[in-house]
């Protein structure tokens, strides 16, 4: 019976070799559609999460800024000044922060040998490496012993790096920042980021002890610092503690939003994954409906066969065919296009992915990535359009009234 | 064997109501040949369809070896036209893009018979109608007579008690027609029933008796030849 069942199938496909093709062409280009657009619209999204992490995973950046309200009869007005010191002791008192790193930044001259560079200098602590992702690719980072003998050692990013040795091994090596030698103890790895705050990439930065910068450049006050939360889900409270804490030592209303101004990167990946899961669903909605059209496709054509068969139809009922068995017969005929539809639109996407030369494409689109939640979801909407479709024809066919159709 | 009580067929057709047959009795035992004649229109088809269980009547009982089928749904009388009634059609009605051993196994395939049981049994008709070098061809590479053997090769693949032929030799040259004929004899002389529609004469000969119908009423019954 089965075996009936598809010689029967092959037979009819191959007879109306263009019908065929019409047929399974729109629910291939559905599947095709469907499973690209998925495909793509995580791998855009991962790579964004990825590059914007480039920033670091979940931190907390905070400018100090000026007051807009009074407070305990201060006026309004007042910049807002935090000391290395105070930020030594937020880290001790203020719950939730886990780690942070003052920042100091400016445009510096950097020069090696005949190499001259106009590059973003920023002065950190050592946390900065894991707050930041600043992870050596080669040499070290700044550590205590730099910050604590304000030594003038500098990490620099990769970019900057080529740029300025052209392949030579820069660890070791001594650069003048501003007509001061540097000796470079690291190199960063390559990174993806696509932006930053007050400055160039990270790439493209020399990083140098704080104390160093904040006595070379004569600097007092901190002009931003980054805090990593225990639990970036407890960002919230983090915030409002910190701001609580500063405001009562520096001065300034806890509410005052402006005299703090912070960015949470986890609030933000929040909002970002919600954003993706959604455009995610839109492609999915968009992919779906062109896969809906292949089965309305297939939906007419199976009523057109319904027509042509009627009298195969009658024969069947005349030697002892049930309702039902015809009914599963169209059905199935059906879902068979769909399912060899749908396999041809899964193994065209798949091969496309495969020959794609994603590794040109992953700063913009990422790598498009067939992950099963994919598969499942194509072929569930596979199966509802099969149902779908199968079914109106389906009923039609198994309606037929064997008298008639023996007449024809 | 075959039991008509009283049996009327009313289609309605809009406010057109067209009466096909109207309070037939009639009764044919086990082992009978009968030819059922009339002009066209005169009810001979659906009296076929009734007896074959592919039609049910709007009045009167139909019992088939003692049991009243009147009343039963289309999928259980798809059960009794697979196991007891076989059809031979004018047209023959054979599928067209199957092949003639396809065709024969047809009936079998809605009874779940096994794989090599339907194997021996299309080959045993096969070579019964003589056409065993023809397994593999189409209908449409075959004459009428070949067609027709085809078709009655698949109304004898479940083993039915009953054949049902319409006009058999109607769209046949006298010669096929005769060879036809002859398997339908030697089929009776093997103890199945068989009921015949024919215009002609000389094929009805072939049978035991004739039911002779007119304007949906049955006029002579068992006319023996």
Redesign the interface.
């Known amino acids: 019976?089965i075996?009936?069942f598809f010689?029967n199938l092959s037979?009819d496909l191959v007879?109306q070799p263009l019908r065929t093709i019409l047929t399974l062409s729109g629910v291939t280009w559905g599947t095709f559609a469907v499973i690209l657009l998925l495909a793509f619209g995580t791998g855009i999204g991962k790579q964004q999460m990825k590059q914007f992490r480039g920033l670091g995973q979940s931190i907390i950046l905070v400018f100090p800024g000026q007051t807009t309200m009074t407070y305990n009869g201060l006026p309004k007005g007042r910049p807002v000044q935090v000391t290395p010191d105070e930020l030594r002791r937020v880290k001790e008192r203020v719950p939730g922060v886990r780690t942070l790193s003052p920042e100091f930044i400016s445009s510096r001259n950097i020069r090696y040998g005949r190499e001259q560079l106009l590059n973003t200098v920023r002065g950190v602590d050592v946390p900065f490496e894991s707050i930041r992702n600043t992870i050596p690719g080669h040499g070290r980072f700044i550590n205590d012993i730099d910050v604590q003998e304000r030594r003038r050692n500098c990490f620099l990013g990769a970019t900057i790096a080529k740029n300025l040795f052209k392949g030579l091994d820069p660890v070791g090596q001594r650069v003048m920042i501003e007509g001061v030698p540097f000796t470079v103890v690291g190199v960063m790895i390559e990174k993806d980021q696509n932006s930053n705050y007050n400055g160039q990439r990270d790439t493209h930065c020399a990083f140098i002890p704080w104390t160093t910068y904040m006595t070379l450049y004569g600097e007092k006050y901190v002009q931003n610092f980054i805090v990593q939360p225990s639990d970036p889900a407890l960002s919230k409270q983090t915030i409002a503690a910190l701001r609580n804490y500063l405001g009562e030592r520096l001065g300034f209303n806890a509410q005052d939003k402006d005299a703090l101004f912070v960015w949470d990167f986890s609030d933000f990946e929040r909002q970002f994954n919600v954003f993706f899961t959604a455009f995610n669903i839109f492609l999915g909605i968009i992919g779906s409906f062109t896969l809906l059209v292949g089965g309305v496709g297939v939906a007419s054509i199976m009523m057109v066969v319904v027509e042509e068969r009627v009298?195969?139809i009658?024969?069947?009922?005349?030697?002892?065919?049930?309702?039902?068995?015809i009914l599963w017969q169209f059905f199935a005929e059906a879902n068979c296009i769909i399912l060899i539809g749908g396999a041809m639109g899964f193994f065209l996407a798949a091969l496309l992915l495969a020959l794609l030369p994603v590794e040109k494409l992953q700063e913009y689109i990422g790598i498009p990535k067939l992950n099963p939640l994919v598969g499942i979801v194509t072929v569930l909407i596979l199966v509802a359009i099969g149902t779908l479709s199968g079914l109106t024809p389906a009923r039609r066919a198994a309606a037929t009234d064997?008298?008639v159709a023996?007449r024809k | 064997m075959i039991e008509f009580r009283n049996i009327s067929k009313v289609y309605k057709m809009g406010e057109v109501e067209f009466v096909a047959l109207k309070g037939v009795f009639i009764a044919v035992q086990k082992g009978g040949f009968i030819s059922i004649m009339g002009p066209s229109g005169s009810g001979k088809s659906t009296l076929m369809n009734i007896i074959g269980c592919l039609d049910t009547p709007t009045e009167g009982s139909y019992y088939l070896d003692g049991e009243n089928v009147s009343g039963l749904t289309f999928d259980q009388l798809s059960t009794i036209r697979n196991r007891k009634v076989g059809f031979v059609f004018q047209n023959f009605n054979l599928l067209p893009y199957a092949s003639a051993y396809e065709n024969i196994e047809l009936p079998m395939l809605f009874n779940g018979k096994k794989n090599t049981e339907r194997k021996r049994r299309v080959n045993e008709l096969l070579e019964m109608v003589g056409l065993l070098p023809w397994a593999r061809h189409r209908p449409t590479e075959m004459s009428g007579g070949q067609q027709q053997r085809v078709a009655i090769a698949r109304a004898l693949a479940m083993d039915p008690p009953i054949i049902l032929a319409d006009e058999p030799t109607g769209n046949l040259d006298s010669k096929s027609g005769h060879e036809i004929m002859d398997i339908f004899s030697r089929l009776w002389k093997e103890g199945r029933t068989i009921l015949m529609v024919t215009h002609d004469p000389a094929i009805a000969a072939f049978s035991q008796s004739t039911i002779r119908l007119l304007d949906g009423a049955v006029q002579e019954n068992g006319a023996a030849h």
């Not at chain 1, 009658?314 to 068995?325: P, Q």
């Open positions: 019976m075996l009936a010689r037979r007879r009298r195969e009658g024969i069947k009922l005349a030697v002892g065919a049930k309702r039902r068995d064997p008298i023996l």
